[in-house]
């Protein structure tokens, strides 16, 4: 018996949100309209989304004995997420993104990773990592703990999927650089330019092609205002997304992959899991931060999708 439908393994972060005018360029000046302090990091919103949509949930990652990292475990707790994954450590600080958000609800943000890049091996609690039906992998900064993540990939039993949504910063890595954990993954959901810096390829369909032929059985394309492509060589669907007024985009990939991931959890149909990540999405996108917005699995059972 499973321990987890699906434990997170990423980085740890508060953010710290500024409402602006304008994301200003170089040498150009904006205003701040508002702030807000959140807590973030992409597995763990995630984790969170699936939190609420009512899985049994768990997270493995890194912070320091400072504010920021008890304000991050106790958000957690919260939440219903077990936290006994999480390595808490005396040195260091914990890790904060500053995001700048414009009146359309465009961002800009700067990474300060602190303890996430730290993480090694055998820190880990292997145990605690083999007890799920998912492994839900999302990008670190620093080369240390992207090496522990291969290698927990590598170690894993043929009994836990793995889940991989990379981000900007494991795109540009490149396929081959990533291989260890795209050739395990189970479903893939990067972005469409994420897709694009991951296989060299404009045509989102062909790069999604390009993955499954790597060993990926479904990929999830998030296309942003255009819904979503989801595949898994025999299936093509391009689902329509939820037509929402658009408060902040931030968090928007991180729900769609709890809805998505709910959806495989459950039995649900490719198009189906796409339609529920584009549901869990366009509830994040009405509300500033990534996870005041996150629906609950009444929502799903009123909008007929759970």
Known sequence: MKRFDVVGFGALNVDKLFKVNKIAGAEEEGFIIDCEEVCGGSAANTIVGLARLGCKVGFIGKV???????MLVEDFRREGVDTSGIIQVNDGRSGVVMGFVDEKGERALYVDPG??????????????AFQTKFLHLTSFVGEKSFQTQKKLVEALPETVKVSLDPGELYARKGIAELEPMISKAFVLMPNQAELKLLTK????????NLLLKKGVKVVAVKLGSKGCYVTDGNEKHLIEPFKVHVVDTTGAGDAFCAGFLYGLLHGKSLYECGKLGNFVASKCIMKIGARPG???LEDLKQNKLA
């Not at 320091?64 to 008890?70: I, T």
């Not at 303890?115 to 605690?128: G, H, L, P, Q, R």
């Not at 404009?202 to 999604?208: I, L, P, T, V």
């Open 201 to 208: 390829m404009n045509d989102y369909k062909k790069g999604a």
């Open 294 to 296: 996150l629906p609950s």
């Open 64 to 70: 320091a004995n400072d504010r920021e990292g008890k």
């Open 115 to 128: 303890v996430n890049d730290t993480i090694s091996f055998a820190e880990i609690n292997k145990k605690y």
